[in-house]
């Protein structure tokens, strides 16, 4: 059942926020979705990330070197020749599906989720910014559940980049909570899976849920920094049932909000810790950051910036959650900018 | 048990390899090793990988934005502005262990894993190549397995970059094994996660042995290549025992060679596709990728380039592999060259 108590975040960013290197603002301004496609490319794929910064020649070099690199990224992509990038410039960036559960049925004795609405909010505001056609539902039945993603898979994908699914809600053994009884997430892969037109595909699932009973009390690490914003108290929960990870093949990758094992936290203000990073990092950097790079921030985010604030119970409170991210990616992922 | 059969790879490159892009080349040529240290940060760090080629003028800038940013490169790393990356600039790169299991006790009835003597030496090289200390050991017993990871948590780890653990066995329900009795990974983790001096510094596992009972079929694909020296036909094996995730915490990599649920693949005189795979793409990118986009092309070069061949046995036959790359890293990981 759900855990109330006090908690801490910096959740919208702030002092600390790592997620927008000064470098960014030294590149050309381009508008990325109205820009012709040849120079969208060279935007989200061009390396300048980990780019020094702070001398003329450089900045004037990495300025003509960008300039170049947008038609020559045109001309690379078109010819197939980004053999380590999944094709990313199809007719549709493809389907989302956003699964929203709060309340239960009351024989699952599972607590209502206070705050998987500002999640659900946040995800399709970033999913619908990536370019992608959203389905979301609130409070389905496993069956719905299952239906949702057998639909999508029966939708034809032919003209689609890559597929999404986004789960929030109680987790236990392998399994994830519809509001009337428990569905294993292998169910919910097995049609994607199967999906013959999305093979070869990024075939993505983010987890919200808890994967265990275990709280993170945190190691102590020589640059640990401090957590902002610790005099803002709010009330916290965790969704406390415990999920596995499934098997899956080639080009799936499985983004856990948690550690197998472990509680995974949500406020009940701002959303889960998870989902909160995910949305800052990828809204920050997906015009020029591969998907993988991202959820190592994202991991980064979790682990640093938050701690659990549960002074009423002392084995709750001032824990650490990390994320687990299992790819089997077999090339970079860019979101390429639509046109 | 091991079945033994045909199978053709293509495993010391030749045609159709991918791991070393032309662009490599257009680089100012360097020697890593000997360079002073600011100068060796830029060539590991510099995000050449994606960089477009075949243009005068951005090749000019290539080389002019490359040589601007080995000064700047070592400047932002004294300075400890490099956040987003593991500080890998310790005296020593730290201890590596390889724990190799060919025989087991006959009680057990798990095969002989001939061709794992291969795997042993090629990740020696390529560990002593990234500058670790390595540990190497053969045939070792559950209790010796548990008590050199305990060995290594106990040594000093101060002033060391990171950990790395390879294990190469047969494998179970959320264990590995040891020579005569199987070893839960979870126990062989735990020392090393209760290691203070690891704290915040990577820790890596890889592990070759198989996750269950289940053979990829494949999907085809519209980019899938062709499989190379399909005439050369080899005697194959499998790990053929299941090995489950297990919960890790932060900073923590299990790079396993197969997805959970599915045999993974060995030949008999190349060693394991998947460190076969490993040895290759690290090798050929280590100084300039980091190991998460390394092991992405891992991922790729097992899933595209291998197919077992046992023509003998339809069961086993014409089938794929597909690794998982369990992350909870909170940073890039470069192995920035050791001066």
Same mark, same amino acid.
């Given at each position: 059942?759900?855990?109330?108590?006090?908690?801490?975040?910096?959740?919208?960013?702030?002092?600390?926020?790592?997620?927008?290197?000064?470098?960014?603002?030294?590149?050309?301004?381009?508008?990325?979705?109205?820009?012709?496609?040849?120079?969208?490319?060279?935007?989200?794929?061009?390396?300048?990330?980990?780019?020094?910064?702070?001398?003329?020649?450089?900045?004037?070099?990495?300025?003509?070197?960008?300039?170049?690199?947008?038609?020559?990224?045109?001309?690379?992509?078109? !010819?197939?020749?980004? +053999?380590?990038?999944?094709?990313?410039?199809? @007719?549709? /960036? =493809?389907?989302?599906?956003?699964?929203?559960? %709060?309340?239960?049925?009351?024989?699952?004795?599972?607590?209502?989720?206070?705050?998987?609405?500002?999640?659900?909010?946040?995800?399709?505001?970033?999913?619908?910014?990536?370019?992608?056609?959203?389905?979301?539902?609130?409070?389905?039945?496993?069956?719905?559940?299952?239906?949702?993603?057998?639909?999508?898979?029966?939708?034809?994908?032919?003209?689609?980049?890559?597929?999404?699914?986004?789960?929030?809600?109680?987790?236990?053994?392998?399994?994830?909570?519809?509001?009337?009884?428990?569905?294993?997430?292998?169910?919910?892969?097995?049609?994607?899976?199967?999906?013959? !037109?999305?093979?070869? +595909?990024?075939?993505?699932?983010?987890?919200? @849920?808890? /994967? =265990?009973?275990?709280?993170?009390?945190?190691? %102590?690490?020589?640059?640990?920094?401090?957590?902002?914003?610790?005099?803002?108290?709010?009330?916290?929960?965790?969704?406390?049932?415990?999920?596995?990870?499934?098997?899956?093949?080639?080009?799936?990758?499985?983004?856990?909000?948690?550690?197998?094992?472990?509680?995974?936290?949500?406020?009940?203000?701002?959303?889960?810790?998870?989902?909160?990073?995910?949305?800052?990092?990828?809204?920050?950097?997906?015009?020029?950051?591969?998907?993988?790079?991202?959820?190592?921030?994202?991991?980064?985010?979790?682990?640093?910036?938050?701690?659990?604030?549960?002074?009423?119970?002392?084995?709750?409170?001032? +824990?650490?959650?990390?994320?687990?991210?299992?790819?089997?990616?077999?090339?970079?992922?860019?979101?390429?900018?639509?046109?």
């Amino acid at each position: 059942m759900a855990t109330a108590g006090k908690d801490t975040t910096d959740a919208s960013g702030g002092p600390g926020n790592t997620a927008t290197p000064a470098i960014r603002h030294s590149k050309p301004p381009v508008n990325h979705h109205r820009a012709p496609r040849a120079a969208t490319y060279s935007t989200s794929i061009l390396p300048f990330e980990r780019s020094p910064n702070g001398n003329i020649l450089a900045a004037f070099c990495r300025a003509a070197y960008w300039t170049q690199g947008r038609a020559v990224w045109g001309a690379l992509t078109a !010819s197939g020749d980004t +053999k380590h990038c999944y094709k990313m410039d199809h @007719a549709r /960036r =493809g389907r989302a599906i956003i699964i929203n559960n %709060e309340t239960f049925h009351h024989d699952l004795y599972l607590g209502q989720r206070t705050g998987t609405d500002r999640d659900a909010e946040n995800m399709e505001s970033l999913l619908s910014e990536l370019g992608f056609d959203i389905t979301a539902r609130k409070n389905c039945t496993a069956a719905e559940m299952k239906s949702m993603l057998v639909e999508a898979a029966r939708e034809s994908q032919g003209d689609a980049d890559c597929f999404v699914c986004v789960i929030l809600s109680h987790g236990d053994d392998g399994a994830v909570y519809g509001t009337d009884e428990s569905v294993k997430v292998e169910d919910l892969v097995a049609p994607i899976k199967a999906c013959k !037109s999305l093979a070869g +595909k990024p075939k993505l699932f983010f987890i919200q @849920a808890c /994967r =265990g009973k275990f709280v993170d009390g945190g190691v %102590e690490v020589v640059d640990s920094k401090g957590k902002h914003g610790q005099d803002d108290e709010e009330e916290m929960e965790s969704d406390e049932v415990a999920v596995q990870t499934i098997p899956v093949e080639a080009d799936f990758l499985m983004a856990y909000s948690v550690a197998q094992g472990y509680y995974s936290w949500r406020n009940r203000e701002q959303g889960s810790w998870f989902v909160q990073a995910v949305v800052k990092v990828v809204r920050d950097n997906w015009r020029r950051m591969d998907l993988l790079t991202m959820m190592t921030r994202v991991s980064h985010k979790v682990a640093y910036d938050f701690e659990s604030n549960v002074p009423s119970n002392r084995f709750l409170h001032m +824990k650490k959650q990390i994320p687990c991210i299992t790819s089997m990616l077999t090339k970079d992922l860019y979101f390429t900018p639509k046109v």
